[in-house]
């Protein structure tokens, strides 16, 4: 890049950002700093929240963007179906609160994340939403760098080296 040139965030550009997500109470539920920020491939590869990719483009190095984000374009809305009560003999002896297990619905060959998060002697209940899910949430970023995509990052589908996906 020439000296002067200042490059705007469009499709194909390695986008680095630092960033806050916080509930609407204000607690903040995740921050990433200078120290590590994080970099994702621009142009609707699914690196990023597609509300936060639209919000950023045409942006560059300085700039912050600040937006609150729905559930259905944050985590997606809550679903007390993805809500299971599965018996304990299921599980390994050591099974906490908190922990996660990869498994499908009835009838499904779709495996998703489930979070234990209550059991007893006798069962143990797992919830396949995110966390965050049904929450509406606050998202504030700066940008900190824009550079152009390489070939390989293109192909992949994401950044690669420093803040992005090592192989």
């Known amino acids: 890049m020439q000296a ?29 700093d200078a120290q ?12 990023i929240f597609p509300t936060v990719e639209e919000a ?32 304990r003999n299921l599980f390994p002896a ?6 996660q297990f990869e498994g499908a619905a009835e009838g499904s060959d779709d495996y998703m994340l489930y979070t234990v998060t209550d059991l007893t ?15 509406t949430l606050r998202f504030d970023c700066t940008v900190i760098d824009v550079r152009p995509a390489t070939a390989d990052e293109i192909a992949h589908g994401h950044a690669h080296g420093e803040h992005g996906h090592e192989h």
């Open 4 to 32: 002067g040139i200042v490059m705007q965030i469009a499709k194909n550009t390695i986008v680095t950002i630092t960033y806050q997500l916080s509930n609407l109470s204000g607690e903040l539920l995740e921050q990433v």
């Open 36 to 47: 590590e920020p994080v970099s994702y491939l621009h142009g609707g590869y699914d690196g």
């Open 56 to 87: 950023l483009e045409g942006k560059q190095v300085g700039d912050r963007v600040e937006l609150t984000m729905e559930p259905e374009y944050a985590f997606g809305e809550y679903e007390a179906e993805l809500v299971r009560i599965e018996a």
């Open 94 to 99: 050591e099974t906490v609160v908190g922990m």
């Open 121 to 135: 002697e006798d069962t143990v209940v797992v919830d396949g939403n995110h966390p965050l899910a049904g929450q």
